[in-house]
């Protein structure tokens, strides 16, 4: 006994090859989508906390002993940085002090004594005396850090400058 075998038409077999493409691009859109808008998030967040590094005031310096006052400008942005990096950097290496607000630490305290850290707010500045550790202090340099949920990320430096030797009154 002899069966017939049909194959399945031409058009049928183009019908379920478009099914399954768009399909799969389905798939790889909802799996890439949500990186692509976490990473713009982190971009357009980092873009909007700019934090300045002010040398006019006088407030930005270095003396003998490794301590370093650094004097932090913040623009009329509409973002709030959840903390800042302090990278004070010389002789061939560097130390990172994160500032983070109502944070007590050794290290970095505000100008005039104060251990309970403030980040400026919109149209500010704060000055801050790190003790940084190094013999040789040559640059400060500040990053602002963002956090979109419960993830947080540290954006590029925004300001760097050149220490120089503070004035003894």
């Not at 692509?36 to 003998?64: D, L, V």
């Amino acid at each position: 006994m002899r069966t017939q075998k049909r194959a399945v038409s031409n058009l049928v077999a183009t019908v379920l090859l478009i099914l399954i493409a768009v399909a799969a691009i389905g798939i790889i859109w909802s799996a890439v989508m949500p990186m692509i808008n976490k990473a713009t998030q982190y971009g357009q967040a980092c873009t909007n906390a700019r934090m300045q590094i002010n040398t006019e005031s006088g407030y930005t310096c270095s003396n003998a002993s490794g301590v370093v006052l650094v004097n932090i400008a913040r623009g009329a942005d509409d973002f709030v940085p959840s903390g800042i990096q302090l990278i004070v950097a010389g002789g061939g290496q560097s130390n990172v002090f994160e500032v983070v607000n109502n944070q007590a630490t050794t290290d970095v305290v505000m100008l005039g004594g104060t251990t309970t850290l403030q980040i400026p707010g919109t149209n500010q500045e704060k000055t801050y005396v790190i003790t940084s550790g190094l013999t040789v202090t040559s640059e400060v340099a500040v990053a602002p850090i963002v956090k979109i949920g419960n993830t947080k990320k540290t954006c590029d430096v925004s300001s760097r400058v050149a220490l120089t030797a503070c004035r003894t009154s």
